[in-house]
């Protein structure tokens, strides 16, 4: 049986603006909300001692695809401004939606730098056949690069 990704944690400016983002946008829940302290071992971030504030979300899936938030207390991290390119190192996450056009919008209202606005287009899926696909794509309030897709039948 091959690893699992469980959970991708983010480093964030303001978790709590970061965790409204994801529940407003795409309908995930908070799964937990806590300080926590880096023993400076393990984390390849801050040092020995610092505080963080840790927000992890789920979708419907109890143990896969869940977002982890983390935002420093103490000291405060200095972060830069947010992108709009991507650049090596930066993932980008791909969404499937059920309303690809409403999940725009909602980023949006959110906030969202919208870099591509829904459009048509046609893809060769896995095996072999074409899927017709509505795609859009935007950043996230800390420059987190989102690629949503609905699958049209």
Aim: with cysteine; net charge negative; aromatic share 10%.
């Amino acid at each position: 049986m091959a690893d699992a990704i469980r959970r991708t944690s983010l480093m964030v400016r303001d978790a709590e603006a970061a965790a409204r983002w994801y529940e407003a946008v795409f309908g995930m829940t908070r799964a937990m909300d806590t300080p926590f302290t880096l023993s400076g071992e393990q984390l390849a971030a801050g040092e020995k001692g610092d505080r963080l504030r840790l927000v992890i979300l789920r979708g419907e899936h109890d143990q896969l695809g869940m977002i982890g938030l983390m935002e420093w207390l103490a000291p405060r991290m200095d972060a830069p401004e947010p992108p709009t390119r991507i650049q090596f190192g930066q993932p980008v996450f791909v969404v499937a939606a059920a309303d690809c056009r409403a999940t725009v919008e909602r980023a949006r209202a959110a906030g969202s730098c919208i870099h591509c606005e829904p459009r048509d287009w046609t893809v060769t899926g896995f095996d072999g056949t074409e899927q017709h696909m509505v795609g859009a794509s935007f950043f996230d309030l800390d420059g987190y690069f989102f690629e949503v897709n609905e699958r049209i039948a």
